[in-house]
């Protein structure tokens, strides 16, 4: 029989368009996912993007190691609130919830992958991000940090080429908007992308792009 892990060797580069990808469905009523890496069906380390469809719910349930959502349409709910587009969110490892969506949504969710000790919940609305420019030229809004662990919203100008740069602990990405390029091709909106450690690389935009990155939180090998 086929293993049931999907993209879990580290050391390997993966590039996904998602818009290549069928929804398939969940174990949840009414909603649908787009696997980009999965440890074992229904739990465990996972990475995809989630449809919940009108009146879609979840029952309440806990992720050991934390799940982390970032709401890329509609609005996203559960018990403590509503959470529209723009939102990012992370449930820390243990901590329990019951999400849904009256209206419709689609989410990034990766589930499982939290470093020991990292136990913040974060609630970040689309208002409440704080841009900075760096030299490189690209703005950026950094949603969450732990040990060299670093997740943020970039904005690339149109034309614009940061130097080649490797990361330690590797690099992941998911182009929200526009497109983007590195050295091997170039890639439209809902790519989602893994490079691993120590990798090199450098970006461009021909269009503009705003861009989810977290870097540095890759074991070093598969």
């Not at 959470?83 to 919830?97: D, F, K, Q, V, W």
């Not at 091997?184 to 705003?210: C, D, M, Q």
Request: proline share 6%; with cysteine.
């Amino acid at each position: 029989m086929p293993r049931a892990s999907l993209n879990l060797n580290f050391s390997e580069r993966i590039v996904i368009n998602a818009s290549q990808l069928a929804w398939v469905g969940a174990l949840a009523p009414r909603v649908w996912h787009k696997q980009f890496e999965r440890e074992l069906p229904g739990r465990g380390r996972s990475t995809s993007l989630v449809r919940c469809q009108t009146n879609a719910f979840f029952e309440k349930h806990t992720h050991p190691m934390g799940e982390e959502v970032l709401v890329l349409d509609g609005v996203y709910a559960d018990e403590h609130g509503e959470y529209p587009a723009g939102t990012y969110l992370r449930y820390p490892p243990g901590s329990t919830h019951k999400p849904y969506s009256e209206t419709g949504c689609i989410l990034f969710v990766k589930v499982d992958h939290f470093q020991e000790g990292d136990d913040q919940r974060v609630v970040i609305r689309e208002d409440e991000l704080n841009w900075t420019r760096h030299e490189c030229g690209c703005a950026m809004a950094t949603l969450h940090s732990y040990g060299e662990e670093h997740t943020a919203l970039v904005k690339w100008s149109e034309g614009q080429c940061p130097p080649v740069h490797s990361r330690q602990g590797g690099e992941e990405i998911l182009i929200l908007e526009g497109d983007l390029a590195d050295e091997n091709g170039t890639y439209p909106s809902r790519t989602w992308i893994r490079y691993p450690h120590l990798s090199e690389h450098n970006f461009v935009s021909k269009e503009g792009a705003l861009v989810f990155i977290k870097n540095c939180h890759l074991p070093s090998g598969g």
